[in-house]
């Protein structure tokens, strides 16, 4: 079973850096699918940024210019660089998996993201 694990969520003031990490128990980690997802009180799940196989990305509008995701194979690991941050990212900040074989989708628990104004 895919396991996922998030870490880097915190307080920090609008303008400011955090970097987000999730640690995947995947053996076929290099050739998923990857993204962070995000929720808000009162809202639904909505994707932030997504990676595939081959490098490429997708970003929400809201993030675009300010957020980059990345990954690095060896460890098993995908970042979410979130830069400029504003209150209007605050959110639990979840890691997906898609596996491409399978079609299952595995989820992290989530970290916290407050941004204060």
């Known amino acids: 079973q895919v396991q996922l694990e998030e870490s880097g969520g915190g307080l920090v003031q609008a303008g400011g850096s955090l970097r987000l990490s999730c640690v995947a128990s995947?053996?076929?980690?290099?050739?998923?699918?990857l993204a962070w997802y995000r929720q808000a009180p009162g809202k639904q799940r909505e994707l932030v940024a997504r990676?595939?196989?081959?490098?490429?990305?997708d970003y929400a509008d809201s993030v675009k210019g300010r957020f980059t995701i990345s990954r690095d194979i060896p460890s098993h690991t995908v970042f979410l660089q979130m830069n400029s941050l504003k209150p209007e990212d605050t959110a639990v900040y979840y890691c997906?998996?898609?596996?491409?074989?399978?079609?299952?989708?595995?989820w992290g628990r989530g970290t916290q993201v407050t941004v204060s104004s």
């Open positions: 997906n998996l898609h596996n491409v074989f399978t079609r299952d989708d595995y």
């Open positions: 995947e053996r076929t980690f290099s050739i998923q699918i």
């Open positions: 990676i595939n196989a081959g490098g490429g990305t």
